[in-house]
């Protein structure tokens, strides 16, 4: 099921939504449809991190997050 959604944009937002819609061939929904994927997984995505943080924390696991990236790369 699909539901509408009316918003609000400033001018310059409103501009560069069309001009990003002109250079991917796509129309205003689907960039904003986008917009909020990325916004949302970027949200749990933070979310799990936090968690892994406070886990490895609690287990005396000290890396930086380069670190972490290296080994599971």
Do not use: W
Not at 21 to 48: H, I, P, T, W
Not at 57 to 72: A, D, M, S, W, Y
């Amino acid at each position: 099921m699909r539901h509408s959604v009316s918003i609000s944009l400033p001018e310059g937002i409103y501009k560069q939504l069309k001009t990003e819609c002109k250079k991917e061939n796509a129309n205003g929904s689907e960039m904003v449809r986008q917009a909020l994927r990325v916004y949302f997984f970027r949200k749990e995505f933070d979310r799990l991190r936090r968690k892994a943080r406070i886990e490895a924390e609690k287990r005396g696991i000290e890396l930086t997050e380069e670190e972490i990236f290296q080994k599971v790369s």
